[in-house]
């Protein structure tokens, strides 16, 4: 299979990288010329643990190229994939298709012969159909078929989540598209993942459902915590009492500091507008925001109290500023709620992040970035542990306590023990849903 892939982000980059492992001949565009010229260095434009290497093997092998040419990319192509963003629309909290319809309308120029436009973003219900309608204004006598593959692999496990993938789902309306669909994932199918076969509106409903059940399981665990707190439970204990119910699951079952990263965010709230569009609310999904937003903004007040009441003038060294481990992505990060907040409000900030700087500098201004976490711990007021790397979760506690002016942490992840955060010589510490000590109110 010859295939083009429109975008080259972390959704487009690690598909075009494992479709080439597949054995297909890949095309990767992107309008971002910086990427195409990474990418054609041999370097990889974000952090994904081992693409790189899949990247490198598939480039080797011929099957895998990168241009800024879509035209040159669609010609001859069985399959043309747009993995372009769709981020939030300004003011409505709708999907934002700008990016996808442009990519259509140059696809529709670009086509030369039967080819299947899969659309791989994450889209309303309804953008397959207007994504055929714009290929065909573009280029009334294009041979084509649109299909739907909405994508589901997690930043930080994307290899192995698009190798290994739960289910493939594929939304087609001819025959013909699917058997070219069906060419495509073959590897898959013949090691049996389940590839769902279904039309175009549900396998976009499909996407958007996913994400928003998963968001609500999140926070729903995270508003169980704020009541533990109160009834003087251990939500580690309640979560793992819940999630051995094989009903339940004991997936995205942590209390935190409240969802965020690419997706998430801005998908609940996509569904909250499809809902309202279409007179059918989807007020489960739209308290979700709101509660999430509340968990957000708890955090800070959690590092405030941790500080006495105040953080004007302390010294807070923050552990972990992207959304979650293994991925430098900074969208819709926690991070970026609660460090503004204790920026704003007096504090000295001290960011250590594995790999959160390149993104994180332009976003979190005011704060200074450090690489040892024991250095940075030098004469620090409170230690806030936001993401957990697992650089973070193994830290000799004592040697931080030492460290500290005030050795007072905010274990916002629930990583570390309470027993073992005071055995270590803190004299204070506050979690998610469990007790902690040393602080007032
Ligand atoms: N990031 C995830 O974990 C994830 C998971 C599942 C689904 N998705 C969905 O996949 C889609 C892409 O997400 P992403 O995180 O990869 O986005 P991204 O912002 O990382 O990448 C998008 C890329 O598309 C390029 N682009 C935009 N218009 C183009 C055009 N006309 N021609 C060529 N290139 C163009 C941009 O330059 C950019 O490099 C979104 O709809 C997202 O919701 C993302």
Redesign the pocket.
């Known amino acids: 299979m010859k295939i083009a892939m429109?975008?080259?982000?972390?959704?487009?980059l690690v598909s075009g990288v494992c479709f080439s492992d597949f054995g297909h001949e890949v095309v990767c565009?992107?309008?971002?010329p910086r990427?195409i010229e990474m990418l054609r260095r041999g370097e990889v434009p974000?952090y994904e643990p081992g693409l790189d290497m899949v990247m490198a093997r598939n480039v080797a092998a011929g099957r895998l190229t990168f241009t800024g040419d879509?035209a040159a990319a669609v010609d001859g192509a069985d399959a043309v994939f747009i993995?372009?963003?769709?981020p939030t629309r300004r003011g409505d909290g709708h999907a934002d298709l700008t990016?996808v319809m442009?990519?259509a309308g140059?696809i529709g120029r670009a086509l030369t012969g039967y080819a299947v436009v899969v659309t791989?973003?994450?889209?309303p219900v309804g953008t397959n159909r207007q994504v055929a309608a714009a290929v065909r204004a573009a280029n009334p006598a294009a041979e084509f078929d649109v299909a739907s593959n909405?994508?589901?692999?997690?930043?930080g496990a994307?290899i192995d989540d698009f190798m290994r993938p739960d289910r493939v789902v594929v939304g087609v309306e001819s025959e013909r598209a699917k058997a070219v669909m069906a060419d495509i994932y073959r590897p898959l199918f013949l090691r049996e993942f389940p590839v769902v076969y279904t039309d175009l509106e549900s396998a976009e409903m499909i996407k958007y459902a996913a994400n928003a059940f998963l968001a609500t399981k999140i926070t729903f665990i995270n508003e169980m915590a704020m009541l533990c707190e109160k009834v003087g439970a251990d939500i580690k204990a309640v979560s793992r009492g819940m999630g051995l119910d094989g009903r339940i699951g004991n997936k995205f079952l942590h209390a935190g500091p409240g969802y965020g990263?690419?997706?998430f965010p801005?998908?609940t709230q996509a569904l909250a507008r499809i809902g309202q569009e279409h007179a059918a609310p989807c007020a489960i999904t739209e308290t979700v925001i709101a509660v999430n937003d509340r968990v957000k903004r708890r955090m800070i007040d959690k590092v405030v109290d941790l500080c006495g009441g105040s953080v004007n003038g302390k010294t807070i060294l923050v552990l972990g500023v992207t959304f979650k481990p293994n991925t430098d992505?900074m969208r819709d990060a926690p991070s970026l709620t609660i460090v503004p907040a204790l920026v704003g409000g007096g504090a000295k900030v001290r960011v250590v992040d594995p790999q959160g700087r390149r993104e994180g500098e332009a976003l979190l201004p005011g704060v200074t970035w450090a690489d040892d976490p024991y250095a940075a711990a030098e004469g620090a007021d409170a230690l806030v542990i936001l993401t957990e790397w697992n650089e973070f979760r193994g830290l000799d506690l004592g040697q931080m306590a030492q460290r500290m002016a005030h050795p007072r942490m905010a274990d916002l992840r629930n990583i570390y023990p309470p027993e073992d955060v005071r055995e270590a010589g803190f004299v204070a510490h506050v979690a998610v849903g469990r007790p902690g000590f040393g602080v007032e109110g």
């Open positions: 429109i975008g080259t982000g972390y959704v487009g565009v992107d309008k971002d990427k974000i879509l993995a372009v963003g769709t990016y442009a990519a140059e791989k973003s994450t889209v909405p994508e589901f692999l997690r930043e994307a990263g690419s997706c801005k998908d992505d």
